[in-house]
């Protein structure tokens, strides 16, 4: 069964088609960062504006990538993110796939973009690939992470399908703690990847044993955990353990650099390391930087510590743009390594919003069909096992 995924809930347009929910045959991707550069983050009228512009091109970039790979192929089904994301952005994707599906006569699909997150580490792209990932009932269940920009949850999956949140960001989504210091800090948008740049270039300036792993994190400034405190309402019933709260975090780097205005001024005599091609910042920036994603990473991965402890897990999924941060995916391996259980992450070009993760879940799953969906609304709040339709 060929699926045609579409996917516009934020800066992405994209569009894909996946067979049998794991195989993917086309995935194009329109990024609009640098539309957004200049503001610092996404702006919602730019965003809606610039799918409408691009859809039609992107979906025909999908199906003639998918005709050319099976010349006798027909698309089966179309699925689209109805939520959550940009309420502007979310209703050109949607609006768009209801017309391709009517025109096609086949049935449409509305997906959630943070379970389709999810489903990532399922993907593949080589059709020929016996190994094309784990069955998935045999990761069940499983501890899933849900991390981007917009969200950090945790969930207990019994069976593939089912979930049962167990945690979650209090206050900001783990990519946003890391794209707001960006800002700050003048490094521009998105601000993950750099951060991440950044702070691997910091770790190089150590060796690699253990006597480096000590003095760097030794050198480390101590930024706050993101505990939340007992007993806030934010909770909303579930354990403080397995939430996080980044907002103290982000104070704790703008009371820093107050404290320390020399930080962001461009002082050509400090030292210098490069973090990517051409691209420089001062080593004490750099030290700063990697302090900051140190306490995410730290945050997120003693959550998970807790989750693990708390329930017996064959595997720990993680899915969403935060996914690809290279500490992370480090220390979360050896923390899956250390418990005995698999970790399921997706190939790197699968974690970033895309619309083959968006077809693929399709075939499990979906919130609405049928007749249904045609009249659907986006949700720009929708939460991950909600069926509210
Ligand atoms: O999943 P995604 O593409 O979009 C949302 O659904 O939000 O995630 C985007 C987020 C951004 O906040 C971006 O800064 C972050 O993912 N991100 C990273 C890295 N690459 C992307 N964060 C940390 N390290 C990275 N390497
Ligand atoms: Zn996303």
Known sequence: MNILGIETS?????????????????????????????????????????????????????????????????????????????????????????GIAISLGVPLYCI????????????????SDEKIGPAIDSCMPALALAISGGHTNWFKLEKYGEYAMLGQTLDDAAGEAFDKAAKLLG?????????????????SMFSCDNLGERKWQESLEPFPKGHPREGVSALAGLPADMCVSFSGLKTALLRYVQRHPELIE????????????????????????????????????DRTVTALRKNKYRSLIIGGGVSLNSRLRTVLSNVAHSHGIKILTAKPKYCGDN???IAALAYYRNNISGDKALLADVMPSLEVGDKNQ
């Open 10 to 98: 934020c800066d992405e347009t994209a569009a894909a088609v996946v067979r049998d929910g794991r195989y993917v045959i086309s995935n194009v991707v329109y990024t609009q960062i640098p539309l957004h550069k200049p503001y610092g983050g996404v702006v919602p009228e730019i965003a809606s504006r610039a799918h409408v512009e691009k859809i039609s091109e992107v979906v025909n970039e999908a199906i003639n990538k998918f005709k050319l790979n099976d010349p006798n192929g027909i698309i089966d089904a179309v699925a689209v993110t109805y939520g959550p994301g940009l309420s502007p952005a979310l209703i050109v994707g949607l609006n768009a796939a209801k």
């Open 112 to 127: 959630n973009h943070i379970e389709a997150h999810l489903h990532t580490p399922f993907l593949t792209d080589d059709i």
């Open 187 to 203: 490094l521009g948008y998105p601000g993950g990847p750099k951060i991440d740049a950044i702070s691997r270039a910091y770790r």
């Open 266 to 301: 461009d002082n050509e005599l400090s030292s210098r390391i490069e973090f990517s091609e051409g691209e420089f910042v001062s080593t004490e920036v750099a030290r700063i930087v990697a302090s900051y994603q140190e306490a995410i990473v730290s945050a997120v991965a």
């Open 355 to 357: 619309a083959a993760m």
